[in-house]
């Protein structure tokens, strides 16, 4: 019988590090987006902008830059378009997450079809009961805090036995706090904590370890 506890994890940079897909794995894309962004800024801020999309979701991306709806559904379709075949591994910790037996929900940000070869890739369907993605070009988005609000009508777990694991303050931890759930920050980089985290780790031991507490 699973405990009455819920895991909500995240995906990016939390069950594996993003980097690790490799620039000749995504080649093409990112070519396709530095050619229409090209005119727009100088040479290192084009460099600045590919940079950060390997931190940080596009949406994110796009508000900083101030991207153009042209350039953003460009992207869209380019990535949505291309043929991934990603070999990564997940964070080595993450094995202890796999066996625990507790209702695990994966919910993570980004646009479809390269979330999914992330999710073949890693296996996870093996681990979730549940996988959510939060499509950032969804015609009606209800972003993270929406799914978790799904999540918690579904389970009918308290909000208090929720845990929401993720490394974005902004993101699933800022949305996990302001649903009551109890957030847990994944800092692999040593990544300050945030004010919206309860729990601040850098090893999936340690949340083990207060699960069991």
């Not at 202890?96 to 479809?112: A, M, N, P, S, Y």
């Not at 800022?174 to 309860?198: I, N």
């Amino acid at each position: 019988m699973k405990s009455l506890k819920l895991l909500i994890f995240d995906l990016d940079n939390t069950i594996f590090e993003t980097k690790s897909i490799g620039e000749h794995a995504v080649a093409a894309v990112m070519e396709d987006f530095r050619s229409s962004i090209s005119s727009l800024f100088s040479p290192e801020k084009v460099e600045a902008v590919i940079n950060d999309l390997w931190n940080y979701p596009f949406d994110h991306v796009a508000r900083q830059y101030q991207l153009s709806e042209e350039v953003s559904k460009q992207f869209s379709a380019s990535i949505n378009s291309y043929e991934y075949q990603l070999e990564i591994e997940a964070y080595p910790d993450f094995e202890l997450i796999r066996g625990l037996d507790i209702w695990k929900v994966l919910v993570t940000t980004g646009f479809e079809k390269l979330q999914r070869a992330k999710i073949e890739a890693l296996q996870l369907h093996l681990v979730f009961e549940e996988i959510h993605i939060d499509q950032l070009d969804a015609p009606i988005r209800i972003h993270k805090k929406g799914i978790f609000q799904q999540i918690l009508d579904s389970f009918h777990v308290k909000p208090s036995n929720i845990f929401v694991i993720g490394d974005n303050p902004e993101s699933e931890l800022k949305a996990g706090r302001e649903l009551g759930m109890v957030t847990v920050q994944v800092a692999k980089h040593g990544q300050p904590q945030s004010a919206f985290s309860d729990y601040y780790i850098t090893d999936f031991r340690e949340l083990i370890n207060f699960l069991e507490s």
